[in-house]
């Protein structure tokens, strides 16, 4: 596997509260990406970055915002976390250069939200 | 932007037959199309990806078909084995999107013995 990590794991947590997802590359790629998996529908792109401070939204970006002030680590922040907001989510990256790009996932972390 | 239909959502199929998901995309503009396995619990792995420049890919068992005039690709599994059970996600990469995946809903696939 790809030098990929994601902390935490697992978490748990309340509705109304902040949360914070990290995703830390070894691989000093270019491009990161977060993605959440929900049974039926398949990985769909949150956000995403193309370099230190360049971001982008995705095709379900409403809720969540995310930063990356050093190539290795990309955070995803829930600012008021929502039961429909409890998924997988999965951080993935990707090399620059050249047409074509292959993305590799990190582990995910497993969010529920009560 | 980009829309990718995946079919069948689940597959069963008997040890030693042949497995095959079908994709199709809308936008043209997509040259790169990979292949994920992603079994319970774990990451979705890439198995196999075909760019838009060949019609076809083969890695072992394994193959990728590539129709650009009608905007669809298809994965091919043959001498299926029971550790090919998992959920297959196909995806689509627009040029230009800064290699942006949109993603198939995916395909279960269980390989009875």
């Known amino acids: 596997d790809a030098g990929i990590t994601q902390s935490p794991r697992h978490k748990v947590t309340e509705t109304g509260t902040p949360v914070t997802l990290r995703c830390h590359q070894t691989?000093?790629?270019?491009?990161m990406y977060w993605y959440r998996q929900d049974p039926g529908h398949g990985l769909r792109l949150i956000h995403y970055s193309y370099g230190v401070k360049d971001t982008d939204k995705g095709e379900v970006s409403d809720g969540y915002s995310v930063s990356r002030s050093k190539t290795e680590d990309f955070l995803l922040t829930l600012e008021s976390a929502t039961s429909s907001q409890t998924s997988v989510y999965f951080c993935a990256i990707s090399e620059s250069g050249g047409p074509y790009n292959e993305q590799f996932f990190g582990p995910g972390t497993r969010l529920t939200v009560l | 932007g980009e829309n990718v239909e995946q079919h069948p959502s689940t597959l069963s199929v008997q040890e030693g037959d042949s497995a095959v998901i079908k994709c199709t995309y809308s936008d043209s503009a997509s040259n790169y199309f990979p292949w994920y396995k992603q079994e319970l619990g774990k990451r979705p792995q890439l198995i196999i990806d075909?760019?838009?420049?060949?019609g076809e890919k083969k890695d072992q068992r394994i193959a990728v078909t590539l129709n650009k005039t009608a905007k669809h690709f298809s994965l091919h599994i043959t001498e299926t084995q029971p550790e090919d059970s998992a959920v297959y996600f196909c995806a689509a990469s627009p040029w230009g999107s800064n290699y942006k995946l949109t993603f198939g809903k995916g395909t279960l696939l269980t390989v009875n013995p």
């Open positions: 075909i760019r838009s420049n060949v």
């Open positions: 691989e000093n790629h270019r491009y």
